[in-house]
Structures are given as C-alpha cells and as structure tokens.
C-alpha cells in the first residue's frame, strides 16, 4: 500500500492534571489531537507510511503539534506553516453529567 495523507485541523487539547478543574489547578497540560491527527497516528502504529498536512501556527504552539506527530511517525510536509495565529483549542470538563468538551 501506498502512502495515506490525511487533512484536517490540528486541535490543542488544554486540561489540568487527572481530574481537577481548569480553575483548580495552576498548571495545564497540552495535548495534540484532531479526528484525523488522530486517525493518522493510529495508522503509524499499525505500520502505514503516513503523512498528515494541515496549517498550524508560527509559533511555539504549532512547533510543538507538528513534534508530537512526528514521534508518532507521522510525515509532516507542512506548505503552510505560520499562516494561523492560533489552534483551536478543546477544554475538557470532567464535572459529573457534563456532556462534551
């Protein structure tokens, strides 16, 4: 098989450690994720060459989402580097009966 590129959005998930509340805790943790980053390093694992193209930001923020697939073995041939100011970002809600993110 060839190799599967996969295009989407880059989105940075900001949460505070295990459980707690965002305003509970002076610190975040950033994770990179997006349905189809996620879809391409799942497939990196399972062994396909993959690559994933999106446009990220010029900054530290996009610098660090690209890292993060490339340790996951995704390709990463960005065109469009820098041309976001900013990621979409997720906060997660770990209250009891809250639905989403």
Do not use: K, W, Y
Not at 26 to 31: C, D, K, N, T
Not at 48 to 70: I, P, Y
Request: with cysteine.
């Amino acid at each position: 098989m060839g190799r599967i590129v996969c295009f989407g959005e880059l989105l940075l998930r900001l949460g505070a450690p295990g459980r707690e509340l965002l305003l509970q805790s002076p610190q975040l943790q950033v994770h990179v994720g997006g349905a189809e980053a996620n879809v391409a390093v799942s497939l990196s694992r399972f062994g396909h060459d993959v690559a994933m193209v999106s446009t990220v930001a010029g900054n530290a923020l996009g610098a660090h989402a690209l890292a993060e697939l490339r340790r996951h073995g995704v390709d990463t041939p960005q065109r469009a580097r820098g041309c976001r100011r900013s990621h979409g970002p997720v906060f997660p809600d770990h209250r009891r009966g809250a639905t989403g993110q």
